[in-house]
């Protein structure tokens, strides 16, 4: 299944996650603002190799699975920025953003488990 998001208007998607520092458990929020540009996806507090590899993972998964990145300029906020932010931790909380904000989900539809 594949939705192409014709409006021009920016979306943005805010996914709550958690991450495990120590013995703490640190609330972590997610950010996706996909918007009109060309196309791009960064992703803030991350390193551009781990950025590389999170939009390879992504890209696999979403393919996989009948869906595609956003063909908008795309950014995506990992904060605190003060949480470890390890491979793989937070690909499903993205995911999931990316989804809602790149229009091919609605809020409240997704299931997990």
């Known amino acids: 299944m594949s939705i192409t998001d014709t409006t021009t208007q920016p979306r943005t998607a805010r996914v709550r996650t958690y991450a495990l520092q ?35 993972r992504l890209q696999h998964a979403f393919s996989r699975e009948g869906y595609a990145l956003p063909t908008r300029r795309t950014t995506i906020e990992i904060s605190p920025s003060s949480v470890h932010k390890q491979d793989r931790t937070f690909d499903l909380a993205i995911a999931i953003a990316l989804l809602i904000a790149s229009g091919q989900a609605e809020r409240g539809t997704i299931q997990i488990g």
Do not use: C, K
């Open 22 to 56: 120590g013995l703490e458990v640190r609330d972590v929020q997610i950010t996706v603002d996909v918007r009109p540009g060309l196309p791009s996806l960064t992703v803030l507090g991350l390193s551009d190799l781990a950025g590389r590899h999170l939009r390879e």
